[in-house]
């Protein structure tokens, strides 16, 4: 009769009810797996456990206590585990057990056990941490191997063959080998979904890491036209044969990544098109992939740092949906320039390609204010698959970086004044791109009156209309970050804008650097404040009652250093609009003041000094 055991999992005596927590699925979880050594062991002596390795500070050092969490002994498997949890807590440390844990998670035999102990603390790990070997080819008969083990029956070994093939297919070496082994694999029936599940990610981001390699390196494929046109004809099945016709997808799509069988696979679509359909479902599977043949754009549309809208057209083929006013027709496009010949938010003209754009079309450019258009070149199916898998794959978050980098870096190539559009466009792309993106264009572009009645009037003005560069300034403080702090001081010491006018009378490249250096203030910052303390000029230039340059930034510096501003005779002047941009005026009302607050700040900075010398 099998002996019945009562386990009940409280913390161990002088063990955090937190530790234990988070060893749960790592050093507890193996009480399970252990009871098994420990019954069987019937008596024999586990080994004698050792004081914790409080020195290990190598790799050499660390190698027993890795080995250990694999022993016979759940004593010993323990309190291996114990210290490698307190190791983990030391920063010294963890670049040398992540690389550690990085191997051991990549063992396909690995115990269940002890990949739940490895990957619980690799999770705690800094993920600078993790790096991954460099350019680890593998052999095809590993690669064989692996996909078998993939679907195993032992978990375990199935656990620790897709951990190994995903991080095989890091490497674009390995991508191509990977992808076709996994396409036949999943063509199998019989295969878990389970494991499908897992496989089919593999095998898209293999395809992924294949695609943005160099198109030279591949090999030519040797598909003969009758496997093309028996793949034609699958593709033909009606809506009852689906998964064949979507296996035969795959195939065309794969060799229509190489650009020189693009040509064949359209001449063998043409032609099964040519032969007619059995359902309407045939017709628009052969259709779509014909589509892919031919040449294409992306226009991407961001509302508010997201993406709203991917719109695929085809090249020189006017697209008129039933709601819109007119075609989106684009008849040429390359990597540098896409002409339109028609749009609904853009104009009829040229525009930059993979960059950000504003609406242009005059009936919708203020209504439309708060988006921007992003327009891709797609020559070749290659091109499209790949940026198919990139949008899939890369994150929105990364993606609105990237693109802010390259629409402020082709703003910067201009060397011109930005438009009052292409102004409200910097605020949909990343606030810390476009902040670094402000200092060397203020000093590379002189600034410019906004003229009457050129372009629609945005809200980017206080006052009356505005120079170009006041606008930015308007969006700096709205918005900027600390990035945009030193280009801002050092254009604003240079004199870089224009002055205002009597209809727009507010200073807003001071009102921009006193409004970042309240909300996110750069390194040097508080020097700045400091210089602009005696500065007695208004920071709007119509009125009696201004705030003050220097009284604001006084009290500003005061605010950030625990001081109150009330004790130097500083006091609130209120402006609506000025506060709108996180910008609290203030004046003394007592003159003399001014020299107490630069006596004050002299003394504190001098404390500060004998603190820390450095």
């Known amino acids: 009769m099998p002996r019945v055991v009562h386990l009940t999992l409280e913390a161990p005596p002088g063990k955090s009810h937190s530790l234990f927590c988070r060893n749960c699925l790592g050093t507890y979880a193996l009480i399970v797996g252990g009871m098994f050594a420990i019954s069987t062991a019937q008596g024999a002596e586990p080994p004698a456990v050792t004081e914790p390795t409080q020195a290990a500070s190598s790799a050499d050092q660390l190698t027993p206590l890795v080995e250990a969490l694999n022993s016979d002994h759940f004593d010993v498997r323990s309190q291996a585990a114990e210290e490698l949890e307190l190791l983990v807590q030391k920063p010294n440390m963890q ?19 002890v990949r739940a102990i490895v990957e619980s603390l690799l999770e705690r790990l800094p993920r600078e941490n993790q790096q991954r070997p460099p350019d680890s080819i593998a052999t095809a008969a590993e690669l064989d191997q692996l996909v078998a083990q993939a679907d195993a029956p032992s978990y375990s070994l199935r656990l620790g063959a897709v951990a190994r093939l995903d991080w095989l297919a890091d490497n674009p070496k390995n991508a191509w080998q990977i992808a076709a082994r996994l396409k036949h694999r999943l063509a199998d029936r019989a295969v878990s979904p389970e494991t499908r599940k897992r496989l089919i990610g593999i095998c898209e981001k293999a395809r992924g890491a294949w695609l943005a390699t160099d198109p030279a390196s591949w090999p030519a494929p040797t598909v003969s036209d ?5 793949w034609a004809g699958d593709l033909a099945l009606p809506r009852a044969n689906e998964s064949a016709a979507l296996a035969a997808r795959q195939e065309l799509l794969d060799l229509l990544a190489h650009d020189g069988q693009v040509a064949r696979v359209r001449a063998a679509l043409e032609k099964k098109q040519a032969e007619g359909f059995v359902d309407s479902f045939a017709a628009e599977r052969v259709q779509e992939l014909l589509e892919w043949t031919k040449p294409a754009l992306v226009a991407e549309i961001w509302s ?16 008129h949906p039933e709601t819109a006013p007119r075609a989106t027709h684009f008849d040429r496009i390359d990597d540098r320039t896409a002409h339109c010949v028609s ?6 003209g040229d525009y930059p390609v993979d960059v950000g754009l504003p609406p242009t079309h005059s009936d919708v450019a203020v209504r439309r204010e708060g988006v921007l258009f992003h327009l891709v070149n797609l020559p070749t199916p290659r091109r499209r698959l790949l940026f198919e898998f990139q949008h899939q794959r890369i994150d929105e978050a990364k993606r609105l970086t990237e693109l802010s980098e390259k629409t402020t870096a082709w703003m910067l190539a201009q060397k011109r004044p930005l438009t009052e559009r292409e102004v409200a466009l910097l605020v949909q792309l990343d606030a810390s791109v476009m902040s670094r993106f402000v200092g060397p264009y203020l000093r590379t572009v002189d600034d410019v009156p906004c003229p009457e009645g050129t372009e629609d009037d945005l809200p980017l003005h ?5 120079s170009r560069h006041a606008m930015l300034c308007y969006l700096l403080a709205a918005v900027g970050t600390r990035e945009a702090g030193p280009g801002l001081v050092e254009a604003i010491a240079k004199r870089r804008f224009l002055p205002p006018s009597p209809d727009a009378p507010y200073q807003l490249s001071w009102i921009a650097a006193l409004s970042i250096a309240r909300r996110d203030p750069w390194a040097d910052c508080d020097t700045w404040l400091a210089s602009q303390i005696e500065r007695t000029d208004p920071l709007v230039t119509i009125g009696p009652e201004s705030a003050e340059l220097g009284a604001t930034a006084a009290a500003l510096l005061l605010s950030r250093n625990s001081g109150q501003p009330a004790e130097f005779g500083l006091e609130e ?6 506060l709108e941009l996180g910008c609290q005026g203030y004046r003394f009302s007592v003159p003399e003041k001014r020299a107490d607050v630069l006596r004050w700040w002299g003394e504190r900075k001098a404390r500060l000094a004998q603190r ?3």
């Open 95 to 113: 670049a040398v057990l992540a690389a550690q844990f990085e191997k051991l998670r990549l063992r396909a035999e690995m115990p269940f056990e």
């Open 304 to 319: 508010n740092h997201q993406l709203d809208t991917l719109q695929y057209l085809l090249v020189d083929v006017p697209q």
């Open 462 to 466: 206080l006052g009356g209309r505005t």
């Open 226 to 230: 009758e496997q093309l046109a028996r």
């Open 343 to 348: 749009g609904n938010s853009l104009a009829s």
């Open 612 to 614: 820390d010398p450095a």
């Open 573 to 578: 002047v209120n402006n609506d609009q000025m």
